[in-house]
């Protein structure tokens, strides 16, 4: 079956940098393209970013743009969030997710992570 | 942006009740319209794709439907475990926005 593990949250201070890991398995991580989702606490969902199933293309929130990229290693099925210049305003939760479209992209996610905390504060 | 606005915010109901959430597009978006179904603590589940197709694995009590920019999530009957949050959102194109979400409560 899916499954989508993230790690890497934690407490940091405004200004700072940190990278969100992916782990996938049980389909062919290769083939799809996929996403990163975030929830601050008590609010709703916000999409952040999407990559294509090898990496060529990508799109982003405009909250997040120019400071947080999204990548991937193919030959370690995992997907990346690099976050810096960190914000009180990016705390969440921070979903990877899986869309059902190999190459590209169909813009929904059909399976999520269970998430990973990120909390920006000084 | 497109935005997405979700109507009621919350809604109590009633374990067999009929429920009918709607959601609608600042713009056309085609049927690029997604539900998910979020309880506390977790993560989202995909519900409804492409306005009206059934998830694998999801019951039948659910369905959706579309008229222009206006969506609807119907439940038919429902069930304790129905009880969660929902959310829209469109993948007509990025970025791919949520709706802010319906809060479904026991009465």
């Known amino acids: 079956q899916v499954q989508l593990v993230e790690s890497g949250g934690g407490v940091v201070q405004p200004g700072t940098s940190l990278r969100l890991s992916c782990v996938a398995s049980g389909f062919s991580f290769s083939s799809y393209g996929m996403h990163w989702v975030r929830q601050a606490p008590g609010k709703g969902l916000e999409w952040v970013a999407v990559i294509s199933y090898v990496g060529s293309n990508k799109s982003y929130a405009d909250s997040v743009k120019g400071r947080f990229t999204i990548s991937r290693d193919n030959s370690k099925n995992t997907l990346y969030l690099q976050m810096n210049s960190l914000r009180p305003e990016d705390t969440a939760v921070y979903y990877c997710?899986?869309?059902?479209?190999?190459?590209?992209?169909?813009?929904?996610?059909?399976?999520w992570g269970q998430g990973s905390l990120v909390t920006v504060s000084s | 942006d497109i935005q997405m606005t979700q109507s009621p915010s919350s809604l109590s109901a009633s374990i067999g009740d009929r429920v009918t959430i709607i959601c609608r597009a600042s713009q056309s978006i085609s049927s690029y319209l997604n539900w998910y179904q979020q309880k506390p603590g977790k993560a989202p589940q995909l519900l409804i794709h492409a306005a009206s197709s059934l998830q694998s694995g999801v019951p039948s009590r659910f369905s959706g439907s579309e008229s222009g920019t206006e969506f609807t999530l119907t439940i038919s009957r429902l069930q304790s475990e129905d009880f969660a949050t929902y959310y829209c959102q469109q993948s007509f194109n990025v970025p791919y926005t949520f709706g802010q979400g319906t809060e479904l409560e026991i009465k």
């Open positions: 997710g899986k869309d059902p479209s190999k190459v590209s992209w169909l813009g929904y996610i059909e399976y």
